[in-house]
Every structure is written in structure tokens, then in C-alpha cells.
């Protein structure tokens, strides 16, 4: 073996570039977080070639003084933090010290900056191949202007694993973006071969704000996204989430700051996967633009050479939080919630030039209908095809099976709650109600209208002042069917049933010794767990609903979210999907004739019903047609 040596400044650097440089956004992040960090207010990023040829970055920050500027290109030097205790608490977004140094060991860097108190400014320059910085007079406003050319110069390796041109700049943009989501109160301008890309005004306003994530994300997103905001426990998380209805096929339109800064953390994720858990489609990802802001000291973000990454003291209480605010927030969300949506998505397509509005002799927007036109003849539907592929009408599940669940859950006959039977069967609608049209108290009209027609025993169709509105009835029954199950079930609590002959269970020390420091919160789970050995444990109990399941596989799995969260919803996704399949037999079926007053009800139901957009499934039970896209179907206006 060679003798022990120390790495020259220049390897040093380049070694560091590795961790800190992988392509040219890594460069745009460093110095835009720095700008940020000098307090500016404008901040105007500017590329070549993708950013391999040339990025500038100018801000009108605070600046660096003259005597400074040699040493904010050595490694480990920053004005940011001076001792340990400034480490715990980071506030800023930079903090390392290694941005410049490893920038400027692989490209040929410049910096010109002035102070508010300098008369001129200074510009200093130094390239790859030695480290000698070298210092002039320079024409410059206060602030900073960085400029980083041919960059991966001296680094042949490094530079053939850049992509495209394209590839590149497309990882620049999203940078921006990133930053300027992050920031509302700075301005930005993010430039591409002499062609101005992105220009954001600061955002103070509400609006304003809103106008600069419809412009970054889509202004689909934010006309379909949900405000949150809300405090706990020295927690607060403010954003927008968008409704389930609005998923992605990929997680591409997720962001997350952590006291402004861009964060990528499986704990984060794993709260809002579990509070969008029963209103997806299939593998369909959620859409959020969110911030949390908590105590610095609560957070370490020094564990990731490109501060993504954070580890917070409590990840427990932080988990729980995020899943608890979105969790309320998208039950909260009701059918005029989404009209919201609809309607200002159309209103923006007309004044797109992509509709128009309805001109001389179109009709005026409907009013509230008073009226029940009788129900056509079973003979005019054409039979559909019924859900599941079956062309016959699906046994409905009887209100007695409903009664028989509720007592599987320990409550006996007499105190289960009430149950609503089948639309379509004697008694599902109650005669006393006064919601229904032509009623002498209809003060305004509800958001999902007036039902007027069943179109081949699937589709109800009512009519509001805003168009058309088709709902799936077997889809909307499901979701009114499943949300009262889950609130039996909650007020009741999970039961357990002994097994008749313990299942013996295999696992690591680290499993055993799991399960026995958490049995308290897997008895409230319905689980009973016993450590008969060190690496051996026995399933005593299981939930009475799961009787039937995999309890081996069960356990696994509720231990390893243990190990990976700290926490597990296993067996709560486990019974709420048999509640969802329990549900999905006993909603009314295709081919089901109702009448006009079960179907006000069914809408009604659905008014008042959490997550009534969806069903189970994730498939949404009701879109709205406005008067403007009927118009432009029918040509009207023109």
C-alpha cells in the first residue's frame, strides 16, 4: 500500500463536485439557493446549450464584499452558520460551503458582486485546471452575478453522461420551477438560447400565488386543487391538493418544501399515499403543491450531500399530521367542490377563443327545475350491460345481510346502526323529506340538481343551472354504502376473535423484539402477539373480519411498516377493503328502475357523503356537461 497523503485542493474539489455537480441543474440549484439566501428579490437564470455551455445566474441580493470573494471560492467557507448550534437550527438553504469550490473545480467560474456600502464592484475568476482566484474592478448593481462556463471541461468522464440538449434544459426548467414554487415573495426569469422561457412577477396575494402555480403546475391543477391550511402542535402545512379526480399516471406534479426548502422523503410520501388511499384508480398518483413549516431544530437537513433528503426528531407526530390534514381535507370535499372546478375550467376554455358564448337566440342558463315529468316505460330503455360483464341484474344485498355485518362486529341487533336499504327497494326513500323538486322550502338549489331521467338502467340524469349532470348509481350507492360501514365500524371498534390453535410465526430478532415493544398498539389493532421464542412469535388473535385471511402474511407485513414508518394501517386498508368489496354487493345494480324521488335521494346522499366523488375504486361516480360545452356541440352562437 502507498503511504498515507493529503489530496491536492483541486481532486479535493472535484471529488466534491461529484456529490454536489451531476449535471447542469445542479449548478442552477446551488447558485439559485444562494441568491435566495442573500435575501433577493429578482432573480434572472440564463443558459446555453442546455447549461453545458454556459449558465448565468444575476440577483439583486445583499452581495459579497470585495475582501470575501477569494474566500467564498475556497471549500468549507460560508457566512451561514459558525457553530454547531447554528448546524441544529439551519434556517438557510445553504449552509456546506462546497457549492462554489466544487462548481469552480469543474468549469471556468466567475463572480462579480457588490455590497451596498462599496462604490464599485469586484469580479473574480478562476478555472479548473488551478484554484488561483484572481480579482478585478467590474460594472455591476448591488448583488451577484455568477457565470459558469463549459462546464465538465476538465472532467471528459463526467461530461459524455450528460444527455441532450433538450434532456438537460428540461432539467433546468423543473429546477426553476422547484425554486420559484418554494418562493412567492422573489421574481424570476430563467432564460434558454436568448429566448425568455419563464417570467414571474413576485406573488404576495392569494391570487397572485395562485397565478404563478396555474402558470408552473397547470391551470387545470389549480382549478382543481383543494386549500389546505392548518396547525398543530407547533406543525403547520399550507398548500393545495388536488382532487382525487385530477391523478397523474406518474408522481411528476408532487411537490413538497420543508421551511422552503425541496424535499424527496419516503415518510412524507407515505402519508399522502395513505390519505389519497381509497380515492385513487388503480396505480394513479396524487397531484400537491404543499408546505410544512416547523421548528429548524426539529429538522436535520444536513444528511444528503444535496440537502433532498431531511430527518425530522419526531417523524412520528409529522407523519401523522400531513395524513390527518389531507386525510380531513379530501373528505371535506363535496360535489360543489368539484363544480368549482368544472365550471372554471369551462369559463377558461371559452375565454381561450376554444368556446364561445351562447349568442342571440341561445337559451339563458337553466333555473331550478320545479317540475317531475313522469318516468318513461321500462320498454323505451334499451337493456344495458350490466356491471362485471353480466347482462342480467345483479340479487341486490339485502338489508338484512347489512344488519347480519353489523352484528359480526360485536354490536348485537338492537344497537347497530341504522341502515339505508337498496335505492329501488320499499321503503329507501323517506316520504317526509322535502329536498326533492316542486318542495315549498327549496331554498337554493343543491349542487348535484334535480334528477329528471334513468338512461338505461345505469346513468341518472339531472339537470342544475350549471348543464347536465350524469351520475353512475351503482358507483355513487357504493361510496354513500361504504362510508357508512367505515363509521359503524369506527363507533364500534375492531373485535377480536381467539384462534382456535395459535399460528407459529418465523422472524428475525429484530421482528420479535418489534412485535413485543408494540403490543399494545397491535392489540388495538386486533392483533394479539406473543414472543414464545427470540426468533419466534404466535398469533393469539386477529380481527373477527379477517377470520378468513392470510394472518401469517398479515403480521409480516404490519411488521415490516413498523420497521420502514414507525407505524402501520395494514389491517385498517385489510378490513377497509372488505368493507369496499361488502359494499360494492350491496349497492344497487344496473337495470334497476328508480324513481324520481329515489333518485333526489341518491343525490342527495351524495351531497352529504365524504369522498361521494369516487366510489371504492377510485372510479368517479358523477361528471358535470355545462351549458357552454352543450352549446359548442349544437354549434350555438356561431
Not at 405 to 424: D, E, N
Request: hydrophobic share 40%; with cysteine.
Amino acid at each position: 500500500m502507498p503511504s498515507i497523503r493529503l489530496l491536492s485542493p483541486r481532486l479535493a474539489n472535484q471529488i466534491a463536485a461529484g456529490e454536489v455537480v451531476e449535471r447542469p441543474a445542479s449548478v442552477v440549484k446551488e447558485l439559485v439557493e444562494n441568491a435566495l439566501d442573500a435575501g433577493a428579490d429578482r432573480i434572472d437564470v440564463e443558459v446555453e446549450q442546455g447549461g453545458v455551455k454556459l449558465i448565468r445566474v444575476r440577483d439583486d441580493g445583499s452581495g459579497i464584499a470585495e475582501s470575501d470573494l477569494p474566500m467564498a471560492l475556497s471549500r468549507h467557507a460560508t457566512s451561514k452558520i459558525s457553530s454547531l448550534d447554528d448546524l441544529e437550527s439551519v434556517s438557510s438553504l445553504g449552509f456546506r460551503g462546497e457549492a462554489l469550490a466544487s462548481i469552480s473545480s469543474v468549469s471556468r467560474l466567475a463572480l462579480t458582486s457588490r455590497t451596498e456600502d462599496q462604490e464599485a464592484a469586484s469580479r473574480v475568476e478562476v478555472e479548473g485546471r488551478d484554484m488561483d482566484a484572481r480579482i478585478s474592478p467590474a460594472a455591476h448593481p448591488v448583488g451577484t452575478t455568477v457565470e459558469v462556463r463549459d462546464l465538465f471541461f476538465n472532467t471528459p468522464a463526467r461530461r459524455k453522461f450528460l444527455r441532450t440538449e433538450k434532456t438537460e434544459f428540461n432539467h433546468v426548467e423543473e429546477c426553476v420551477r422547484r425554486q420559484a414554487l418554494s418562493r412567492f415573495d422573489a421574481g424570476f426569469t430563467l432564460r434558454h438560447n436568448q429566448r425568455v422561457v419563464q417570467n414571474l412577477r413576485p406573488a404576495e396575494s392569494v391570487q397572485d400565488r395562485e397565478r404563478r402555480i396555474g402558470a408552473l403546475c397547470g391551470q387545470k391543477f389549480i382549478d382543481n386543487a383543494v386549500v389546505i391550511d392548518a396547525e398543530a402542535t407547533g406543525l403547520r402545512l399550507w398548500g393545495w391538493v388536488a382532487l382525487p379526480t385530477f391523478s397523474r399516471s406518474q408522481a411528476d406534479l408532487q411537490y413538497f418544501f420543508v421551511n422552503g426548502r425541496v424535499i424527496r422523503d419516503r415518510l412524507v410520501a407515505h402519508a399522502v399515499r395513505q390519505a389519497y388511499r381509497d380515492v385513487l384508480y388503480n396505480n394513479r398518483h396524487p397531484a400537491f403543491v404543499l408546505y410544512l413549516e416547523v421548528d429548524p431544530a426539529s429538522v436535520d437537513v444536513n444528511v444528503h450531500p444535496t440537502k433532498h433528503e431531511v430527518r425530522f426528531r419526531d417523524g412520528r407526530l409529522v407523519h401523522d399530521f400531513i395524513f390527518r390534514t389531507l386525510h380531513k381535507a379530501l373528505a371535506d370535499v363535496r360535489p360543489d367542490d368539484h363544480f368549482r372546478g368544472a365550471t372554471a375550467q369551462s369559463f377558461s376554455r371559452e375565454a381561450a377563443g376554444q368556446g364561445e358564448l351562447p349568442a342571440e337566440g341561445a337559451p339563458v342558463p337553466a333555473q331550478p327545475w320545479n317540475g317531475q315529468p313522469e318516468m318513461p316505460a321500462a320498454g323505451n330503455y334499451v337493456p344495458g350491460t350490466g356491471f362485471g360483464g353480466q347482462s342480467a341484474p345483479q340479487q341486490e344485498w339485502r338489508a338484512s345481510d347489512q344488519m347480519a355485518f353489523y352484528k359480526s362486529l360485536g354490536g348485537g341487533g338492537s344497537s347497530s346502526p341504522q341502515t339505508a336499504a337498496p335505492y329501488g327497494s320499499a321503503g329507501s326513500v323517506d316520504a317526509s323529506r322535502t329536498d326533492y323538486p316542486g318542495s315549498a322550502d327549496d331554498q337554493a338549489e343543491p349542487p348535484l340538481g334535480y334528477a329528471i331521467a334513468q338512461l338505461h338502467g345505469i346513468y341518472v340524469l339531472s339537470q342544475s343551472s350549471a348543464g347536465m349532470i350524469v351520475v353512475d348509481m351503482h358507483a355513487a350507492h357504493e361510496r354513500i354504502t361504504y362510508e357508512r360501514m367505515k363509521r359503524a365500524l369506527a363507533e364500534q371498534d375492531l373485535k377480536s376473535q381467539p384462534l382456535l390453535v395459535p399460528v407459529s410465526l418465523a422472524v428475525s430478532q429484530k421482528e420479535a423484539a418489534l412485535a413485543e415493544t408494540h403490543g399494545d398498539e397491535l392489540q388495538q389493532l386486533g392483533l394479539q402477539i406473543e414472543r414464545i421464542g427470540p426468533e419466534t412469535l404466535a398469533i393469539r388473535q386477529v380481527p373477527a373480519l379477517l377470520r378468513g385471511a392470510d394472518s401469517e402474511q398479515l403480521v409480516r407485513d404490519v411488521l415490516s411498516d413498523l420497521i420502514e414508518h414507525g407505524q402501520s394501517d395494514r389491517v385498517e386498508a385489510v378490513v377497509h377493503e372488505l368493507l369496499g368489496t361488502m359494499a360494492c354487493h350491496g349497492s344497487v345494480r344496473a337495470n334497476r328502475q328508480l324513481t324520481i324521488p329515489e333518485m333526489n335521494s341518491l343525490l342527495r346522499d351524495m351531497e352529504a357523503t365524504e369522498r361521494s366523488g369516487q366510489c371504492n375504486h377510485g372510479r368517479p361516480t358523477w361528471t358535470l356537461v355545462t351549458l357552454a360545452e352543450l352549446d359548442k356541440l349544437f354549434l350555438r352562437g356561431r
